[in-house]
């Protein structure tokens, strides 16, 4: 799948030619270059390795500097690998916004904001135990009974409760790209994006 890395720098709007509001999340896509080219027959499959953002040549182990100084590239901070790119290229080719056209359908990976930990109320959307106003307890947010009476006598595994929530690999499919800006190499994607404003993901056709 063709695609490019991006990081996600917030949300705007915009309105269609025939005035629908249409909420976007704006995306910072590319330059990326093309940092290893994988071929079938010296690795096994068919990949191109992207990389984006510049980082500092200090920060950088030196196993990666030469792995960049291959490619004729500074050092980057993201290096994503994409099977199955529908366009050749080679080592040290450089890709960018061009790559989407409006109106194509994208999927968009991200990584989900870290709520830490959290009751099953926001984790898992219980409704809570009791009342809400006469005769309040402390029972409002509690999951409420989660055993299995005498017999086993313990929590069977997979039973939903409190813990952390967030901060995984969460995957917005099929989302509709509004507007290309390939001069600044930003993108309007249609909707909400899992991940902070700053936050690296992937964009595949």
């Known amino acids: ?10 949300m705007t709007s915009i309105f269609s030619a025939n005035g629908k509001y249409i909420p976007c999340t704006v995306i910072e896509v590319g330059p990326c270059v093309v940092t290893q080219v994988k071929t079938l027959e010296k690795d096994g499959y ?6 984006f953002d510049d980082k500092k040549e200090k920060h950088t182990s030196s196993a990666m500097k030469g792995h960049f100084t291959k490619a004729a590239t500074t ?3 993201k290096v994503v690998e994409f099977k199955g790119f529908a366009e050749e290229k080679n080592l040290g080719d450089v890709v960018t916004a061009e790559l989407f056209k409006e109106g194509e359908f994208v999927d968009v990976t991200g990584t989900s904001k870290g709520k830490g930990f959290q009751g099953v109320v926001k984790r898992h959307g219980f409704s809570g135990v009791g009342g809400q106003t006469h005769g309040q307890h402390d029972r409002q947010r509690a999951p409420g009974s989660n055993g299995a009476g005498s017999d086993p006598s313990r929590v069977l595994p997979g039973k939903r409760g409190a813990g952390r929530t967030g901060g995984a690999r969460a995957v917005s499919l099929n989302l509709e790209i509004v507007k290309v800006f390939p ?3 930003l993108v309007l994607i249609k909707g909400s994006v899992a991940g902070a404003t700053g936050s690296y993901v992937t964009i595949e056709k």
Do not use: C, Y
């Not at 068919?46 to 990389?51: F, H, I, N, V």
């Open 46 to 51: 068919s990949a191109l390795q992207l990389a």
């Open 183 to 185: 001069e600044k190499n």
């Open 1 to 10: 799948m063709s695609g490019l890395i991006g990081k996600k720098v917030g």
């Open 75 to 77: 050092p980057k901070r």
